[in-house]
């Protein structure tokens, strides 16, 4: 990794890659995320897709074995 300084792109914190903040792609645009906001985002995105109900979990682990 190169040590150019990235910023999060959603609170614009100094990203620091060595504390668990991570650079990457959505697609070919390069993205920054602090670890606040990206454990922000995974709980969104568990919420949105139900994955916090064992219900919609055992039928997705079904789904994964078929
Ligand atoms: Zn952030």
């Known amino acids: 990794m190169d040590k150019k300084v990235y910023n ?7 990203i620091d890659i060595d504390n668990g903040d991570i650079v990457g792609y959505f697609g070919i645009c390069k993205v920054a995320f602090c670890v606040w906001c990206l ?16 219900t919609v979990l055992k039928e997705r682990i079904k789904e994964l074995k078929e």
Not at 8 to 14: A, K, P
Not at 39 to 54: A, C, E, P
């Open 8 to 14: 999060c792109n959603i609170c614009d914190s100094e």
């Open 39 to 54: 454990s922000s985002m995974t709980d969104m995105v568990i919420q949105l897709n139900g994955f916090n109900d064992i």
